[in-house]
């Protein structure tokens, strides 16, 4: 599958799931009148256990114009757990932490800057260009919701937060000799912290009184992280990127 149409099929992915949560928000929402708007039926704390699919976009990293590397993350999952509290006036807020991880393949390049040409020297090996590795991620965000009762146990909500972003990324490729020899080359293997913000969207039906099943979209967009790398003709260097993931996840809340 060519870059574009892997960029291509994990954005429709995300896109189709997104349309479908919104739609039935939508939906949802005709239905409400204006006694049942803003009502609520329940206020407290609660907490929540989810998990699901994450669609990573491509990452793109570069040490200016010296090297560059691309990859293509596949889909991946994702778990997490809430705390939070419900005012009863459709307003909510919660601490949420998360963990995802996602499997890539890509390519590597790098301009020459010596006089002597790669795979002369064991210090100068020629590597790539195809690349293999992973990229995974902590997160830990203060998110703020509003929740709709239109009824029939249903509850469409919206949210947004701000938190943080600890990006691990492993590229590792192989290394070629003019003898003929190879071996394996990490190119980057790091992590790098990050502030990060959030937007998601859902919703949420009561199984019982005291717990909900909740389904949702989720997009998550860090600030640009810095990690070493290293390369052949470029010893070493930090790699720079941004971490952006489409996620739909799954799961149980509980009112305590």
Known sequence: MTQSASLLAHRLKAGMFAALVLGAAVIATSAVTA???????DEGFYGALHGGAVFPENINSSKGSTAQLHLDPDTGWQLGGTYGYRFGNGFRGELAIDYLHADANGRYSETAIA???????????????????????????????????????LHPYVGGGLGFLRTGLEAETTARMNNGTTSSFDIVDGHDTEFAYRLTAGVAYDISPTTKFDVGYTFTRSGRYAMDGRGSLIPAFDFDGRTQTHAVKAGLQFTF
């Open 115 to 153: 006089g002597v040409p790669c795979g002369t020297l064991a210090a100068q090996p020629c590597l790539g260009p195809a690349v293999d590795g992973n990229f995974n991620s902590w997160s830990g965000f203060a998110m703020a919701y509003y929740d709709l009762n239109v009824g029939n146990n």
């Open 35 to 41: 006694s049942t708007a803003h009502a609520q039926a």
